[in-house]
């Protein structure tokens, strides 16, 4: 089993920036990609940005070039660096590990931007 708990949620203001951090716990060793995924208000889940064990990254259009995602490996953490917040980008955040057996989700946090 693998454990998630995300930190950095959080009200703020359009135009400035958040940090959310997602720290995995368990079996670590069967981590390989981690990352975002997001759920506005009375909407479906979505992508939001990714990062293999090796580094490479993807990220969804509606945050490139204001998000980056990074990881690290010694501490089992994966970042979310959110830049340039808009209102529509106020959501409950999820982070998500993959294995090669499961998919595991940490439980949210709350990312609320006011205009």
């Known amino acids: 089993q693998v454990q998630l708990v995300e930190s950095g949620g959080g009200l703020v203001q359009a135009g400035r920036s958040l940090t959310l951090s997602c720290e995995a716990s368990?079996?670590?060793?069967?981590?390989?990609?981690m990352g975002w995924f997001r759920q506005p208000p009375g909407k479906q889940r979505e992508y939001v940005a990714d990062?293999?064990?090796?580094?490479?990254?993807n990220t969804a259009d509606s945050v490139k070039g204001r998000f980056t995602i990074s990881r690290d490996n010694a501490k089992n953490t994966v970042i979310l660096r959110m830049n340039s917040l808009k209102p529509e980008d106020t959501a409950v955040y999820y982070c998500?590990?993959?294995?090669?057996?499961?998919?595991?989700w940490g439980q949210g946090t709350q990312v609320t931007v006011s205009s």
């Open positions: 990062i293999a064990r090796g580094g490479a990254t």
């Open positions: 998500e590990a993959q294995t090669p057996y499961l998919t595991y």
């Open positions: 368990g079996r670590t060793s069967e981590v390989g990609t």
